[in-house]
């Protein structure tokens, strides 16, 4: 919840820690998928790289 907060608050030096973070926490749910096959689960993952994907472009428009 402090990444967030961080992120909300539009701090440059928490945007490549929440990357990491997601990108940990994607990796994670990329492995318990290949266990368990749930289709909620892959909906999770999908959803997770779509935040990344704002992130991404959120951080790439403030530094500019």
């Keep these: 919840l402090a990444i967030l907060w961080l ?8 945007f490549p820690l929440g990357l990491a973070v997601f990108g940990i926490f994607i990796a994670y749910e990329i492995f318990s ?8 689960l892959l909906l999770v993952i999908i959803l997770d790289l779509a935040i990344v994907t704002i992130v991404i472009l959120e951080y790439k428009r403030l530094r500019t």
Excluded: E, N, P
């Design 7 to 14: 992120l909300w608050k539009r701090k440059l030096w928490a």
């Design 33 to 40: 998928y290949i266990h368990t096959h749930s289709l909620v």
